[in-house]
């Protein structure tokens, strides 16, 4: 099978939500998501949705859907590959450091410390937001 020819770029990431309000304020006062590019609201089946934008251009929908549950909580990323589906979303840093302290500085639980990566070069961590999302910090190699 080959593949088919077009463009790909990712647009956004849905991360449904227990507290949209709270999770918003969240992601907008700790990873920088200020722009809000979209937001609706339906009665039935009661839900709201906010979209977010960092500077840089990383998107992030957040889903607050009335009576929504949780299948399962992932304890690290090991953990949520033994579920199919998505088990967590990454995002570059420049300075994993510093990210990582200050998303834990903030209310964001660490998962796993900062680290050498599989590349060469590159350092990652796992830390989860309020309501326990699991977002990998990757800080890309530097180039001489």
Not at 87 to 101: K, P, Q
């Amino acid at each position: 099978m080959s593949a088919l020819k077009f463009d790909l770029a990712v647009h956004h990431t849905s991360l449904s939500v227990a507290d949209l309000d709270a999770q918003q304020a969240w992601y907008q006062q700790v990873l920088g998501l200020h722009q809000v590019i979209e937001q609706y609201e339906l009665d039935e089946p009661a839900v709201r949705t906010v979209v977010l934008r960092s500077a840089s251009g990383v998107c992030l929908e957040l889903i607050e859907r009335s009576g929504a549950t949780r299948q399962r909580v992932f304890a690290d990323p090991l953990d949520a590959a033994a579920t199919l589906g998505f088990g967590h979303w990454a995002l570059s840093v420049r300075d994993l450091d510093t990210a990582f302290a200050a998303i834990t500085n903030a209310g964001g639980v660490a998962v796993w410390p900062p680290a050498d990566a599989v590349q060469p070069g590159a350092r990652f961590a796992y830390v989860k937001d309020p309501e326990g999302n699991l977002i990998e910090l990757i800080q890309p190699p530097t180039h001489a």
